[in-house]
């Protein structure tokens, strides 16, 4: 590259970022004039085509038009880029043995079912009973009563209740620790599936010879007050899928053992089974102050 051609491209930016040097909120100012320099030093240091450029734009105006209060694109993009675990990462400073957090994903739906201590998430979604309880503490050991615990999973044919396209509301729910920080509830085992894969995040996958698979897991979001609200997942220990997660979610701690019981096994809270197998998880949580 010529002297020339790096001045005009090093004095555009300039002016761009000056641009922002009367924006009134300073940490606004601070995110805008960042971004600009980073945008443009990728587009110089990957010599970026017109073409190339339009595609993107292209891209872009599809991820908002497939993006509707059910789906989110955007999201979903900023999940296979790693930049939602890494925003997560960012975050959620490690401090003592707090829970890792992970990334929140696309499927979260506010007001879900209400259910009492040992109630059941699955409203009628198919796959094995798994039953999950542990205990709620801060990172000096003392229980969290009243903790509030959201939980949700896709069923085992791999979706979540909003992916239907109608009404249903399964797989997920909201539940209080009691006196002593412990909670417990039925779920389903959780199982791999993929990420909605039919829009451009997933045509921009299969360019790049990525699987949209997620490794199997159950998202948690605990608050407390004065705590930090902890969004995180438990993973199945052994599924295969733990070391490729399209989203780059799995954190080693997070890990856990679904032990499996055969059918007839008796259940922790006497529960009839029948002749359907299940399993059962501990997962103590640990949060943080805020």
């Keep these: ?6 001045d005009r491209e090093r004095q555009l930016v300039e002016r761009v970022v000056a641009s922002f040097d009367g924006t009134p909120d300073p940490r606004l100012k601070e995110l805008m004039q960042a971004l600009t320099r980073h945008l443009h030093a990728f ?3 990957v010599r970026l085509t017109e073409p190339e450029w339009q595609r993107a734009i292209e891209f872009l105006t599809a991820t908002g038009h ?10 979903l993009l900023s999940d296979v880029l790693g930049l939602s675990m890494q925003t997560v990462t960012v975050n959620n400073e490690a401090y003592r043995d707090a829970t890792e957090a992970t990334v929140f994903g696309p499927f979260f739906v506010e007001d879900a079912p209400r259910i009492p201590l040992g109630g059941d998430i699955a409203g009628g979604a198919p796959g094995e009973p798994c039953w999950v309880e542990g205990v709620v503490t801060d990172t000096s050991g003392q229980p969290v009563p009243d903790a509030r615990i959201e939980v949700w999973e896709a069923d085992d044919d791999g979706f979540y209740d909003v992916q239907y ?8 729910g909201r539940l209080r620790t009691g006196p002593d920080g412990a909670y417990r509830f039925w779920a389903i085992t959780p199982t791999p599936y993929p990420i909605p894969h039919d829009g451009p995040v997933g045509r921009l996958l299969d360019a790049t010879g990525r699987s949209p ?4 897991h159950l998202h948690f979001m605990v608050e407390a007050p004065g ?9 199945v220990r052994g599924d295969s899928r733990l070391a490729a997660d399209s989203v780059f979610g799995v954190r080693d701690s997070l890990v856990r053992d679904f032990h499996p019981q055969p059918a007839g096994t008796p259940t922790p809270d006497g529960r009839d089974l029948g002749s359907r197998s299940w399993s059962r998880v501990r997962f103590d949580i640990v949060l943080a102050p805020s």
């Design 165 to 172: 396209g109608d009404s249903r509301v399964a797989a997920r």
């Design 66 to 75: 497939i993006t509707d209060d059910r789906r989110q694109e955007f999201i």
């Design 227 to 235: 705590l930090r609200t902890l969004v995180t997942h438990i993973f």
């Design 1 to 6: 590259m010529s002297t020339e051609q790096d």
């Design 43 to 45: 587009v110089r240091e």
């Design 213 to 216: 698979m997620r490794a199997s």
